[in-house]
Structures are given as C-alpha cells and as structure tokens.
C-alpha cells in the first residue's frame, strides 16, 4: 500500500489581501486537524501573515515562484531562501501561467527547483500540455519532455511534487476524462522509475490540476496515481476548498 501523504494544494494566484485572511481563518476553522495534508500558498506579500495564522503548522504555506539565485540584483524578485524565512514549506514552479506568461522553459524550472530544494523548500513542479498538443496526440511526448527537463536530479522523493495540470483545464471549467488523468498519471509514474537518480519514484506525490471543485473531487481522487490535487480558483473559496479537503481525506 502506498505511504504516499494525500496533498490538497491550494495556489491563490494574485489574489488575496489582508480582509481575506478571515477566509483562511474559516479554514482552519473547519480542519483543526486535517486527514490529509493541506497547503495554501498565498500571494508573497501575506506570507507572513498566513504563517501567523497557521503556526501550529495544521496547514502548510508556499510561494507561488522564486528567482533561482540565492540573492542579489533582480529587482522584484524573490529568493526561495526569502520564501523559506518567511515560513514558506512548499512552492509552486514552473506553472503554465508562468510558462506562458513569462516564457519560462524548462531549464529554467529546473534550475529554480534546485535553488527551492536547497533552500529546503519542497518544490511542486508543474507540468501540462495545450489542447492543440492533445489534439494532436502529443500529450505524453511533452509531459515526458517536461518532466525530464523540469525535474533536477538527485531530487528525494520528499522534495518533489509534481502537478499534471493541462492547460486547457485551467480556469476553464473543463476537465479531461478521468482515463485521461490516470494515463497521464500513470506515465509520470513510469517516467519517474526509469530515471536512475536514487530517489523513490514510487514515494513522489503526483497532483491533478485544473478546474478541481466539490462536484468533481471525488471521482479524481479515486483515479489510479492521483495524490491530491493543486487547486486554483476553488482554493479562494473556504466551502470550495473545505469540500475538496473532505474528499480528499476520505480518499485517503
Ligand atoms: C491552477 O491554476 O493551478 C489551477 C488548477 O486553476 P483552476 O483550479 O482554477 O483550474
């Protein structure tokens, strides 16, 4: 049986302030002592208030990016050893949003991963491929690709979490079938065992990612290789993301 600790994700994007915390609060509120693992990762400037709210450590908190240098002339960026000292757990790398938007590649993930890693952070790595992409029958073609160029080596399983989330399922309200998240979360299993980096491949949680919400949170978690999920807008909400948690837990 897997030992693999449950995760639900939540990735505020840019959004929240301070009156949100009150939202957070109800969380909290709700899962005193939550069956699975919960993480919120607020925009970096509530970071801290977010770690006050949550000091007994029920819920854990991430950055949503880093600059992969430890500290120095980037101006407006911010160092995972930043994040770290701000009671940062966990960060989000590599989101199609920040692949996109930013035209982040894959090395640049990587290279981010290493500088989260070793700030102590673990590092949850997006991967996911367009709609012209699955159309075309590439899907696997570039989440391999990904995951070999996104993925540092050496990496312990417990410093990894890798999130499939496709693109199109973003924001959109779409989801892909649940035998399409199990064939990509099956993949990424077998791509992980086949590389010979000493870690456990079979101890690395994976995510699905892409409008998760309570109507649906259930059948995705009961699909084969689905450790949790990375939650985007449902996350803003404490009754969305309560739901999903629930699921979550009876899953696990
Ligand atoms: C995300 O952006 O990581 C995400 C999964 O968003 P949503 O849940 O809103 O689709």
Known sequence: MSQRRKLAAGNWKMNGLSADLA??????????NPGCEVLV?????????????TADK????????????????HTGDISARMLADAGAEYIILGHSERRTAYGETDALVKSKSSAAIAAGLV????????????????????????????????????????????????GTGRTPTLAQIAEVHDFIRAQLRMRDDGFAADGVRLLYGGSVKPSNAEEIFGVSNVDGALVGGASLDPTDFGAIVSALEAAA
């Not at 939202?23 to 005193?32: A, E, F």
């Open 58 to 73: 029920t819920i854990a908190l991430g950055g949503q990016d880093c600059h992969f240098a430890v500290n120095g002339a």
């Open 23 to 32: 939202k957070l609060r109800q969380l909290i509120d709700t899962y005193p």
């Open 41 to 53: 990762c607020p925009p970096a400037t509530l970071l801290d208030r977010v770690r006050a709210l």
């Open 123 to 170: 590092a949850v790595i997006c991967v996911g491929e367009t709609l012209e992409q699955r159309k075309g029958g590439g899907t696997l073609e570039v989440i391999g690709e990904q995951i070999i160029g996104s993925v540092p080596e050496g990496a312990s399983e417990d410093a990894i979490v890798i999130a499939y989330e496709p693109i199109w399922a973003i």
